[in-house]
């Protein structure tokens, strides 16, 4: 098992671009969430899906789109780039339903830099 | 607003010494409080997790101390090592059968020979 995969590693792009970063996860997770960090902030959920077809808005998910197309895929959009947006951002994966599964398996991130 | 809030910020302990990191919530609709370890570089990993109904849960060198009425839990690690080092994250569930984690700001310890 590869576990949560994400991809790029490193990221750098101008004001007004736009990107995909992706997520992918070979466990048959029900639950994926996009996370940013930022320094003094902790980790502030984006958005999250509970399976194929759905998805729902987190803490702070202005600026970024998702879609969920398959189980194993939760890539997330930006669609116009700001520096406001420049952080390490975690995918996560989990079982969907608490009591079964309660563990959350994160990626090793994407250090995104917006200039 | 932050939902759960940590202290403190950061931590300098000597070897063998016990870190205590600290949580507090207000929403009462959280149904499992986890504790993330996080390395330079690194994702976060789950390290402890506590239900509300148990007061305390005891896993090797570390402890959660859980307080249902004062709404605080916190993370103790006993006889701490260089190795601990790390970026310590509490978080709270919310109930309703998802597995949607909120995240405290963190708290970045440093264990020192």
């Known amino acids: 098992n590869a576990g949560v995969t994400q991809t790029p590693k490193f990221q750098v792009l101008k004001t007004g671009q736009s990107m995909t970063l992706q997520c992918a996860q070979d466990?048959?997770?029900?639950?994926m969430s996009w996370y940013r960090q930022d320094p003094g902030m902790g980790l502030r959920l984006i958005h999250y899906?509970?399976?194929?077809?759905?998805?729902d808005q987190g803490e702070v998910p202005n600026g970024y789109n998702v879609s969920r197309s398959t189980t194993e895929d939760f890539p997330l959009r930006l669609l116009s780039a700001a520096p406001s947006q420049t952080s390490v951002y975690f995918c996560?994966?989990?079982?969907?339903?608490?009591?079964?599964?309660?563990?959350?398996?994160f990626g090793p991130g994407t250090r995104l830099t917006v200039l | 607003q932050q939902q759960v809030k940590q202290s403190p910020q950061s931590l300098i302990v000597q070897k063998g010494g016990i870190s205590i990191i600290n949580c507090a919530y207000e929403?009462?609709?959280?149904?499992?409080f986890p504790w993330y370890q996080q390395f330079p570089g690194k994702g976060p990993a789950l390290l402890i997790a506590?239900?509300?109904?148990?007061s305390e849960k005891k896993e090797g060198r570390f402890t959660i101390s859980f307080n249902k009425s004062a709404k605080q839990f916190s993370l103790h690690i006993m006889d701490s090592q260089p190795g601990d080092s790390a970026t310590y994250f509490c978080?709270?569930?919310?109930?309703?059968?998802?597995?949607?984690?909120?995240f405290g700001a963190g708290t970045r310890l440093a264990v020192h020979p």
């Open positions: 996560a994966s989990s079982y969907s339903r608490s009591g079964r599964a309660d563990t959350q398996y």
């Open positions: 466990m048959n997770h029900e639950y």
């Open positions: 899906s509970v399976g194929a077809g759905i998805t």
């Open positions: 929403n009462t609709a959280f149904d499992y």
């Open positions: 506590i239900r509300p109904d148990v």
């Open positions: 978080a709270a569930r919310f109930s309703g059968g998802y597995n949607k984690l909120i």
